[in-house]
């Protein structure tokens, strides 16, 4: 995972898109678009697992979801962490 922080938005299309946050932050109108369907801003793993697996939830696209695990060595085992965080968070 990168290292500093970064944005990925989640496109009307179903795909993940990077954005690093130099080019976000210089402009507070980046994201308005009828193609933007949720902004996750990354600082951590954890906001990255976080983003994945509501995306997995929402129907994003199973192959964009699939490479970005794939590149960031994040397996199935790395979720229920995640899952087991927000139940305890919420209650």
Known sequence: MNKSPFYYYLHTNGELIYKPAMVVET???????????KVFHITCRKDALRMLLECKKSGANAECIKRLEETNEITPKDYLGIEDNDRETKT
């Open 27 to 37: 402009d507070p109108e980046y994201f308005n678009s009828p193609f933007v369907r």
